[in-house]
């Protein structure tokens, strides 16, 4: 697998991010004191879109990793390649955001080795130093560097894996699904959608959440709820939008799938 890091350019337009707590204040003081942020919560709640929206406010480049189960420190920190003939040294996206005081956005940070947290941990005290050991040498974070880090608390596996140690270094934002206004808002923004499509979505990613004794390993997420909303955009009448972007996306088995069915009858409304 390779490792796939994106710099996302601070000089576009603000993106577009509803707050829903204290998080936006929360994520201001901790940038304030350079402290590291691990950020909670289910997928497709918008981490990855608060962080966008944090570094441009901030100013800050954002330079972003997708953990994944081969990941190595070398991914992060950088290595030694042959080019034409010559061994260059290249660094890795943690080392580019250390020295140019970027935030660093490690998604699902849990999936990585436990090497890598050779290198997160003295960048996440108050040493913020990067040890790069292939150079033999240690770098200081520029001013503006920061790290951030998700998780998916609700993979049980994810949940023991991450270490207390590292825990405890990170000022903890917890991010869940937005309160029904909100996340109507956001889905009528995302999707192009009118209100009252992008409510009826949202009391459906309600019903689905709220079932009890649910069979789904996830339920439907703010980005699923935006993906139904999309394709209602482009003609396609609701319910057959519901049934592809979320009922056959969240189970493959007929039964639940069967139920699911039963529940959007019940919740949508009949056109
Ligand atoms: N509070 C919000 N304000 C604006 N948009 C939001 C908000 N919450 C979610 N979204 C929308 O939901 C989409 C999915 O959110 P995002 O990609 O940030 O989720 P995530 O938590 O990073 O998921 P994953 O864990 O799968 O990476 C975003 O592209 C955005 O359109
Ligand atoms: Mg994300």
Not at 36 to 62: D, I, Q, S, W, Y
Not at 192 to 202: N, Q
Request: hydrophobic letters at 45%.
């Amino acid at each position: 697998m390779t490792l796939t890091a994106s710099a996302v350019p601070t000089r576009v337009a603000t993106p577009f991010y509803r707050a829903v707590g204290d998080e936006v204040a929360v994520f201001r003081a901790a940038a304030g004191r350079g402290l590291p942020v691990l950020l909670k919560g289910p997928t497709g709640c918008g981490k990855t879109r608060f962080v966008e929206t944090m570094a441009h406010e901030l100013g800050r480049e954002l330079i972003t990793v997708a953990g994944h189960e081969d990941m190595t420190s070398a991914d992060l920190v950088g290595r030694f390649l042959l080019q034409g003939g010559e061994t260059v040294w290249v660094d890795g996206p943690l080392t580019r955001a250390v020295r140019q005081g970027a935030i660093f956005y490690l998604d699902e940070v849990v999936e990585a080795r436990q090497d890598t947290t050779v290198v997160i941990h003295p960048l996440a005290d108050h040493r913020r130093e990067l040890p790069v050991d292939r150079l033999g040498t240690t770098l200081s974070a520029a001013p503006g560097f920061q790290l951030v880090i998700s998780y998916n608390p609700g993979y049980q596996s994810v949940l023991k894996s991450l270490k207390e140690s590292t825990r405890q270094r990170f000022v903890a934002i917890e991010l869940g699904f937005p309160p029904v206004d909100i996340e109507t808002d956001v889905v009528a923004h995302e999707a192009g959608v009118d209100p009252e499509t992008a409510r009826a979505l949202v009391m459906l990613g309600n019903a689905i959440r709220h079932l009890e004794g649910s069979p789904l390993r996830e339920v439907a997420s703010t980005r699923l709820l935006i993906l139904a909303g999309g394709l209602v955009a482009e003609g396609l009448g609701l319910r057959t939008a519901v049934q592809s972007a979320v009922v056959q996306a969240l189970s493959d088995d007929s039964d639940v799938v069967r139920a699911l069915g039963e529940l959007v009858d019940a919740v949508l409304p009949r056109t």
